[in-house]
């Protein structure tokens, strides 16, 4: 059930929409009759501002209905990005749709330049007109103005965390009225009592994935039986139950729980993209790569590139990584000749053990004495891991996905951990965006998870354009 604060927003969206594209189409005519304009280009055809009018009316109407299409009238709210997204592709639907008409019907007008302007500016306001209207959702959602108020159940982490998060975030706009830790003839009065004050309780969220299914069913019926929608913590294995497949085998329905929604079509797509991008960057790259392989062997001779030896979907494979090391630190076969490799392993148990900053079976050294100085700029910047491109190129990596981690960690795994091994690795990925190296395992691989279970590639576009920015903003503890 949406709420009345989310339907009257989403109502809004439409006719403010409309008057914003119908304004950027004016503006575009305007800056194209302006006098410096016009000098730059004379005006070689005959459009009279009326009959524009017509047209920028019925345009702007074809325009929202592609706006529909694109889900910019979903009623769940959504991350800024996806909106903007959105609001890029729909607008360039409506400018490719505008130019094919009059291409076929030439009858609008030949003006590229008003279309190109109407383009960029409708972007651009369309962009402020619906952050504007975000800012004031959240500012009445902190003033408790629209707020779903919900009661929480459950006495775990997990209740603590929503607790603690939608007190925090008042902006997502949840309004936690009561917290009842267990369902027990004393809880459920409490909260009947609750709902049956009318409007005060609109839903009720089971935190705790653990409560016996009886309980669950109490409360399920309780939101029945008052009109409050009812929401539950996924556990382990409802989480995987929401991917499944049925078929039917002689007359037996059997039911598939899939690991991963990256399959079929989604699969060769994510590989189509995989391919094209690292190609690009590959290529616009490498005068980049090239001068920090050189820096690398100025500061310290032996090999630039790195092979480290990691565990992927298919088994074991090495990594490409720029040197970060001096060599007489580095293991691999390939430095044999620069150490002791044994003395080197050694070494590097030591510094895990007295210097690492992760728990776990995956471990991060602070203050690293084995690097060298171009190391330590190439590990803050993640240019180090930009010759990973050839491994998504050659097949064994995929530009989004769960980090691979060397053999030794893995053998350390437990069996929730080896979830993150259902499909390819990748050079950037939903726990590298969210905290990198700050992150315990524990965490990381819960993100990683949410990964394979709810793949798109929505979600892999939105992974590529946060991280470039999180690696800019984030504090180094090298």
Not at 6 to 26: C, E, H, M, S, V
Request: aromatic share 12%; hydrophobic share 45%.
């Amino acid at each position: 059930m949406i709420n009345r604060s989310d339907l009257t927003f989403a109502a809004l969206k439409i006719p403010l929409d409309y008057l914003t594209l119908f304004f950027a189409g004016i503006a575009s005519y305007f800056i194209r009759y302006e006098r410096s304009v016009q000098d730059i280009r004379p005006i070689v055809f005959d459009l009279s501002f009326e009959k524009y009018l017509t047209v920028i009316s019925v345009t702007a109407a074809c325009w929202i209905i592609l706006f529909a299409f694109a889900g910019l009238y979903n009623f769940k709210r959504e991350r800024f990005i996806n909106d903007f997204t959105k609001i890029i592709v729909a607008c360039s639907a409506g400018m490719s749709a505008t130019i094919i008409y009059m291409f076929f019907v030439r009858e609008l007008f030949s003006s590229r330049f008003i279309i190109l302007f109407a383009w960029i500016l409708s972007i651009l306001l369309i962009t402020v007109e619906r952050a504007i209207l975000r800012k004031l959702q959240n500012f009445l959602y902190r003033k408790n103005f629209g707020a779903r108020r919900i009661v929480i159940v459950g006495a775990d982490s997990n209740t603590e965390l929503l607790i603690a998060t939608f007190k925090k975030q008042k902006n997502w706009g949840f309004r936690v009225i009561s917290h009842i830790k267990d369902v027990t003839l004393e809880t459920i009065t409490e909260l009947k009592n609750l709902l049956e004050k009318r409007g005060n309780i609109d839903e009720i969220i089971q935190a705790d994935s653990t409560l016996s299914r009886a309980k669950s069913i109490e409360l399920i019926n309780l939101a029945n039986e008052y009109n409050a929608i009812f929401k539950f913590a996924a556990g382990n294995f409802e989480s995987r139950a929401t991917n499944i497949g049925v078929e039917i085998v002689a007359g037996v329905p059997v039911v598939e729980i899939r690991k991963t929604k990256l399959d079929g079509w989604g699969r060769i797509a994510k590989r189509f993209v995989d391919l094209i991008i690292s190609t690009i960057l590959m290529i616009i790259l490498s005068p980049i790569l090239l001068v920090i392989a050189i820096l690398i062997k100025l500061e310290n001779w032996g090999p630039a590139i790195y092979k480290n030896e990691r565990v992927g979907q298919k088994g074991n494979f090495n990594v490409y990584k720029f040197r970060s090391m001096y060599t007489k630190y580095c293991t691999g076969k390939q430095f044999a000749k620069y150490a002791d490799q044994q003395a080197v392993l050694e070494y590097e148990k030591e510094l895990v053990k007295n210097q690492s900053e992760r728990k776990g079976p995956v471990y991060k050294v602070l203050n690293d004495p084995r690097r060298t100085r171009i190391g330590r700029f190439l590990e803050r910047t993640s240019l180090d891991e930009l010759p990973q491109f050839f491994n998504v190129w050659i097949g064994n990596m995929s530009i989004v996905g769960p980090r691979p981690h060397q053999p030794r960690e893995v053998e350390k795994y437990e069996k929730a951990h080896k979830r993150v091994l259902d499909i390819k690795p990748g050079v950037t990925g939903m726990a590298q965006i969210s905290g990198r190296s700050d992150l315990n395992f524990d965490d990381e691989v819960k993100l990683d998870t949410y990964y394979i279970e709810n793949w798109s590639l929505k979600l892999d576009f939105w992974i590529m354009l946060k991280t470039p920015w999180v690696i800019l903003t984030r504090k180094s503890k090298i």
